[in-house]
């Protein structure tokens, strides 16, 4: 599984982006799986942009990518003019996001004072929020090849599902790598597009447990009735 993500993330960062689907039970190691893939990219340039889903977070439009624009415009930071900051930030990723800034500002419910408020309503703000969003996120991918993780998928709120959606229709054009975790009860509408593949992580057998718990421990062989209560 290792190697199937490093070889495709590589392919992915020098310029055709991808997207991983990596789905398993609580606890079976997607999430140390994705720290593992960091480890072996290291020889790559790029920047890794995290967002997680939570329980709660289908109430919570765009919470995982509100973590991610976070870090890219540098919110998080305790400044007064937290307008001024957020649009010197997307001028400096590039000047073609100043036109974004006012949807931006409408994400992370800043009031805009120099910017005109965004006058859009309904489906149409909606798609245009969407389109602010990944157009930040492939845009930085333009100057920097990016790793994005998203983790705990199955609590996706919608809209972040169609942001999503819509990264994954335009991946194939930018150095971007999108790793998608999620336990097994998830299948999305875009598991069928030709950018996405999925990976299923399975709980190891008594094999796997023995070899890793030799290995730990640095001997050469464990009793098998203990191999089998510990598996």
């Not at 982006?17 to 606890?27: F, I, K, S």
């Not at 765009?62 to 001024?84: I, K, Q, S």
């Not at 333009?142 to 199955?154: G, Y």
């Amino acid at each position: 599984e290792l190697s199937l993500l490093t070889d495709g993330a590589t392919r992915a960062l020098a310029g055709r982006g991808r997207v991983a689907l990596l789905t398993g039970d609580a606890g079976v190691g997607k999430s140390r799986l994705g720290h593992e893939l960091m480890d072996a990219l290291a020889g790559n340039a790029f920047q890794v942009l995290e967002g997680t889903c939570q329980s709660y977070g289908t109430r919570s439009p765009y919470l995982p990518f509100m973590e991610v624009l976070e870090t890219l415009l540098d919110t998080a930071a305790d400044r007064r003019d937290r307008e001024e900051a957020l649009a010197n930030r997307a001028r400096e990723l590039d000047p073609a996001l100043e036109q974004m800034v006012p949807l931006l500002l409408h994400l992370h419910g800043i009031p805009p004072v120099r910017y005109p408020a965004t006058q859009l309503e309904g489906l149409s703000l909606r798609s245009a929020l969407q389109d602010a969003v990944v157009a930040t996120i492939t845009i930085a991918a333009r100057k920097t090849p990016v790793v994005l993780r998203l983790e705990d998928w199955h609590w996706a709120d919608t809209a972040s599902d169609e942001v999503l959606q819509k990264i994954i229709d335009v991946a194939a054009s930018y150095p971007i790598f999108v790793l998608v975790s999620s336990r097994p009860t998830l299948s999305p509408k875009w598991l069928s597009h030709s950018s996405v593949s999925s990976i299923k992580l399975d709980p190891l057998t008594e094999e796997d447990t023995n070899a890793f718990v030799c290995g730990l421990w640095r001997v050469e062989s464990i009793p098998s009735q203990f191999i089998d209560l510990l598996h």
